[in-house]
């Protein structure tokens, strides 16, 4: 190997360099740690905004004691030329654990005719049982509603027997659905039959036309607000975004701190490995090497093994989120992943600030270092 590369030192003081190494790649599933758990939950939330993109859905104002959608509303939704199809709707929820509590999973009550149309519109499959007989108390859930709460074909949904549970009706699991939306459908003709839902809102779905869906939103937000309450994608979307930054500020400023700390050790770690190499830099500059020479190389391996320990810790992360995938996560219908923007974007400021750092105690160090000392040196 040639003595002056880079590589020349990593291989002979592979233990010296260790703790460096394994600092930096620990901080790195750390830090990402928080990413990823924020992003699952960001995700989750976001799921149920998705539903808003394929189908609208606009409900009677309950401040003014209104449980439906006025007629002459229901006619211009019926005639816009942004809006391809409206159907009615009473919608209600079920509990869902996440990895930052529980949260809502809504469940749809539409006609039997509209499945298909749904289903179409939001990419979902049936990949188990079959779809909620008209008529009847059955529902069809979402793959990853069924992971979360650890549902099986068949079971009955409760109240009775679930202190958690906010459904005011047993419901029994006759097919299991799976796709990009998180989408799980009921029997409109039974729920709206049924005397517990007497006085749940009856509102309509609004499937915009292909291309129009900007201006189908616009359309709905012009609608009389004492009258409705137009549920769209960009407007939850927006108030979703509104309140997950306060949490992402938190989360950043911690991390941001952690990422300072780590930085200063690590630029502590490679000053008193750069003092233990004062003999072979000065000897360098001593045989007529130029002290940019030298300096380019001392910075050379700094970044270089912050950068190898970054990578290292990213596959580290990621094997071990896998390994939790299979045995916990997955089951429940949740997946962690390192290998995404947000993720990575959280782990980033590692390699930055510590390459920073580093290159730092490097340089200040050898511009001022004299190689004469080093040969005088008696030690």
């Given at each position: 190997m040639n003595p002056l590369s880079v590589f020349t030192y990593y291989y002979r003081n592979i233990l010296k360099l260790?703790?460096?190494?394994?600092?930096?790649?620990?901080?790195?599933?750390?830090?990402?740690?928080?990413?990823?758990?924020?992003?699952?939950?960001?995700?989750?939330?976001?799921?149920?905004?998705?539903?808003?993109?394929?189908?609208a859905m606009i409900a009677p104002n309950s401040v003014e004691?209104?449980?439906?959608?006025?007629?002459?509303?229901?006619?211009?939704?019926?005639?816009?030329?942004n809006i391809a199809a409206t159907f009615p709707t009473i919608r209600f929820s079920t509990y869902m654990p996440t990895l930052a509590g529980q949260t809502s999973a809504h469940i749809y009550a539409v006609n039997a005719e509209v499945y298909p149309v749904l289903m179409r519109a939001f990419d979902l499959k049936l990949v188990e049982g079959h779809l909620p007989r008209v008529g009847t108390n059955q529902v069809a859930l979402h793959k990853s509603l069924m992971g979360?709460?650890?549902?099986?074909?068949?079971?009955?949904?409760?109240?009775?027997?679930?202190?958690?549970?906010?459904?005011?009706?047993?419901?029994?699991?006759?097919?299991?659905?799976?796709?990009?939306?998180?989408?799980?459908?009921?029997?409109?003709?039974?729920?709206?039959?049924?005397?517990?839902?007497?006085?749940?809102?009856?509102?309509?779905?609004?499937?915009?036309?292909?291309?129009?869906?900007?201006?189908?939103?616009?359309?709905?937000?012009?609608?009389?607000?004492?009258?409705?309450?137009?549920?769209?994608?960009?407007?939850?979307?927006?108030?979703?975004?509104?309140?997950?930054a306060s949490m992402d500020a938190i989360v950043w400023a911690i991390n941001s701190i952690v990422v300072l700390v780590l930085s200063l050790l690590a630029g502590l770690l490679n000053l008193i490995y750069f003092m233990d190499r004062m003999n072979e830099f000065g000897l360098l500059l001593a045989i007529g090497y130029p002290r940019s020479f030298v300096i380019?190389?001392?910075?050379?391996?700094?970044?270089?093994?912050?950068?190898?320990?970054?990578?290292?810790?990213?596959?580290?992360?990621?094997?071990?989120?896998?390994?939790?995938?299979?045995?916990?996560?997955?089951?429940?219908?949740?997946?962690?992943?390192?290998?995404?923007w947000r993720a990575l974007q959280f782990t980033l400021p590692i390699p930055i600030m510590v390459g920073f750092f580093a290159a730092g105690t490097v340089l200040w160090q050898l511009k001022s270092l004299d190689p004469m000392q080093m040969i005088e040196r008696r030690d």
């Open positions: 260790a703790p460096v190494f394994l600092v930096l790649a620990l901080a790195v599933f750390g830090i990402s740690l928080t990413g990823v758990l924020t992003g699952s939950i960001s995700a989750s939330a976001v799921s149920k905004v998705e539903v808003y993109r394929g189908a004691g209104k449980n439906a959608i006025d007629a002459n509303i229901r006619g211009d939704l019926a005639q816009n030329p979360a709460r650890n549902f099986k074909l068949g079971e009955v949904i409760d109240p009775e027997l679930d202190d958690q549970e906010f459904i005011p009706d047993k419901f029994e699991i006759v097919g299991i659905l799976d796709g990009p939306t998180q989408l799980s459908l009921a029997s409109l003709e039974y729920v709206s039959a049924a005397g517990v839902f007497r006085n749940w809102a009856r509102s309509v779905l609004a499937v915009p036309r292909a291309g129009a869906q900007d201006a189908a939103e616009r359309d709905l937000e012009g609608l009389d607000k004492a009258l409705v309450r137009p549920f769209t994608y960009s407007a939850e979307l927006r108030t979703f975004t509104q309140e997950f380019r190389r001392a910075l050379l391996e700094s970044l270089l093994l912050t950068l190898i320990a970054w990578v290292f810790g990213i596959l580290f992360s990621q094997a071990i989120y896998g390994l939790l995938n299979m045995i916990i996560f997955e089951p429940r219908g949740v997946s962690l992943t390192v290998l995404n």
